[in-house]
């Protein structure tokens, strides 16, 4: 079982910055592959980034590659979301998510453990 809490969401003008955080509770943090997803009102949600398990390979959606970078920290049970250049379509409330020994996953499915979620708003 991991328990998962995403911190760091706001509001930002366009052009800014946030730095989202998703700490992890469990002991086999460094197993799982971790992925953000995001959910705009009247929208389903949507693949943003991963970072797989073994060697941090990582993949992002063409919406944000070159602007969004996923790390982890295995020490600290805790995976980021470094976003630059925010735009007003970024806005939506973002998930962090766990796949046991999985890879790179685009797909919702693919994930076993859910956060809460952090709103994140890019003013224009």
């Known amino acids: 079982q991991v328990q998962l809490v995403e911190s760091g969401g706001g509001l930002v003008q366009a052009g800014g910055s946030l730095r989202l955080s998703c700490a992890a509770s469990g002991r086999t943090f460094s197993r799982y592959a971790m992925g953000w997803f995001r959910q705009a009102p009247g929208k389903e949600r949507e693949f943003v980034a991963a970072?797989?398990?073994?060697?941090?390979?990582?993949h992002y959606a063409d919406s944000v590659k070159g602007r969004f970078t996923i790390s982890r920290d295995n020490a600290k049970n805790t995976v980021y979301l470094e976003m630059n250049s925010l735009k007003p379509e970024d806005t939506a409330v973002y998930y962090c998510?766990?796949?046991?020994?999985?890879?790179?996953?685009?797909?919702?499915?693919?994930?076993?453990?859910w956060g809460q979620g952090t709103q994140v708003t890019v003013s224009s």
């Open positions: 998510a766990a796949d046991y020994l999985g890879g790179t996953g685009w797909a919702p499915g693919e994930y076993d453990y």
């Open positions: 970072i797989n398990w073994t060697d941090d390979n990582t």
